[in-house]
């Protein structure tokens, strides 16, 4: 019996290098963006409603309770630190500029700004 073998080349047109294969066509970054921030702002919500306060600037406690929490996100302390304090500053923006009822077309947007008020609407100016 006598056999051959020949080297195949296959191309793959479509393949992007480093890109996920779950990643879901339609789901832009951004989008992962902004379920990502949602589920860091309802967990700050939730650690307020089981604590009774919310540390400014931000805790090892809470850094720690939201890390657990959305272990799928992946995120390094500093970084959800700065998140945080990037989401106040960018309530104390909006509310600077359009007021406390914004309009927002999004209902993510919405929600978003619903829990930032959660967060920060009750503090002194």
Known sequence: MYCKCELMVR????????????????????????????????????FKNINGDFPHPPSDKLLKYILLSISKFKLLKEYLKMKIMEFESNFKDIIQMDGDNPEMNRPIDRETFHLFKLLWGNQQQ
């Open 11 to 46: 191309e793959f047109f479509d393949f992007e290098q480093g890109e996920s294969s779950k990643t879901n066509k339609d789901e832009t970054h951004s989008d992962i963006d902004d379920h990502r921030d949602l589920a860091i702002l309802r967990f700050m919500w939730n």
